[in-house]
């Protein structure tokens, strides 16, 4: 059995050293020599060009991942935080074009859509035969391609992403995404722990060793979209089988991708190589990604700043000076993003299992004054859950319950006067919005805390907690007591239609209902809008169910769809993908030009 230390981490920093390469440069120095001269010895300064030993720094790009990645693992991923790791050293069967955002080849080469003989739509993958695993050794600094037991090479092929498959939806494994896979047949059943199924009956199998083909529960042309994702990924099952949830650490992990996973000490810091045998290394300029955990956007920015970041969100505090500065307006990029921030009501605790209540802290915010006087990067006013651009959003300001201070007001008080109850008496039932630390969710907080005591009289606590815990806190297996009544979120788009935002993400049955909300007419729309195989029906369902959602649950509150808002320096060249992982393999750095501008 292959046996790796794990005492690695104690020794990472050889492994860091090793990682500048030596080599020589001709340089110009000042050396004193003893030389004879007319019989005398005479010592004498000089000027002479020799060869010197050279340390050679790999291009290296400089990032902050913003917090602690609760996980690598791609069944277990959630978050936009692990998932851009998990991008990156793993492959998927596609991928989304970073600027355009279509769907292309990755692992697969080609696809196509058929029927099995009971007339369900089935998926086809043909793979590309050269994409291998790899092992990264931190001490030696060798990357090595995986064999098996008869030590033969390992490529990844069909067997692997039929195993990373069946391994999300394993309810075992404890995907909290494993629903996005339920339009493979079975996927729903077997991962809800259905008795009468196995494993062997999810809707995949490998035909060969190079083709995979899906059987879908319904027709679904986006599912090329879905292929990509990282829950498909596929998955190096004898290394998981070694080191079960050891398997993502550093020295251990096994991957695929463009990088490999140099380092990871957990709370402080997580660096990517490149990985020499990945397929298209020619082609990967940045040899070595140095990411860093800082929370703090002010912070982040400093060091951005002082040239030690090399792109970088713009904190809200910093947006005016950023735009007006002659050299930073420059580095400012900001544009439109297929996400959406919200604020989640827990709909079974009390007072907000009370629609009126709901609808009030709603309709109480003023999200133009919002973005206008707080966020400042030309977001736009959200009263719906999906943006413009995804297939089904409804067109923007036409649904939803926008600041209305008189309605927000004429709700409250018909609660407050059925339970004969004041606002002293509503507020002494504590209510208490929860975000995740930042000082920029912070700062939203407070704003719209204060909008709620402006307009409704209502005093809101704020607490917030790290990202890792407050995912937990906010699950919806989470004691009712420990969860927060209201809660912010983000969401962006896995792929761009609306079966993947409101149906997935608020479907009472979704593994996803942080908000706890009862099925009703709303989960029956999706679930026909996901069916519906005429795209005009689809939207028209859609729209009905976005409606039913904020107008007549009022069951969240949609705040404003994203856009990117960063700062990056001039030597870095990179793209801004609308969806998926950041896709460092495709930056560049003049690496010259930052070296230069660090004084080295």
Known sequence: MRKRLLTLFSVLIVGAMLLSACGTTTETVIETVIVEKEGETIIETVIVEKEVEAEIQPVTLNWNWGTEPPTVDPSLATDTTSVDVAGNLFVG??????????????????????????????????????IVWVNYNPVTGETVQEVDADGNPRF????????????????????DYAYVTYIIKNAEAINGGDEELTLDDLGVVALDDYTVQFTLENPAGYFPAIAGMWIIYAMPEWTINEWGEQWTEAGLIVTSGPYSMESWIHGGELNLVKNPLWVDADKVQIERVEGVMIVEASTSFALYENHELDSVGVPLPEMDRVKADPVLSLEYYSAPTPCTYYYGFTNNKPPFDDVRVRAAFSQAIDRQLLIDNVLKGGQEVATTFAPPGIFGAPVPGTVGLGFDADAANASLQSYLDENGMTIDDFNALDVVLMHNTSEGHARIAAAIQQMWADTLGAEVRVENQEWAVYLSSIQNSSPLADMPHIWRLGWCADYPDENNWIHEVFNADSGANRLRRESGAFDALTVAAAQAQDPAEREALYLEAETMLTEVEAAYAPIYHYTTVAVTKPWLTRNYPPLGANDFFNWTIDFDAKLAAQGQ
């Open 93 to 130: 069967l596609t991928k989304f074009h970073p600027v355009s955002g279509e769907v292309s080849p990755y692992l697969a080469t080609e696809w196509e859509a058929g029927e099995d003989a009971d007339g369900n739509q089935t998926w086809t993958f043909h793979l590309r035969d050269d």
């Open 156 to 175: 990844v092929n069909a067997n692997d992403v039929v195993y990373g498959a069946k391994r999300t939806v394993n309810p075992e494994t404890g995907s």
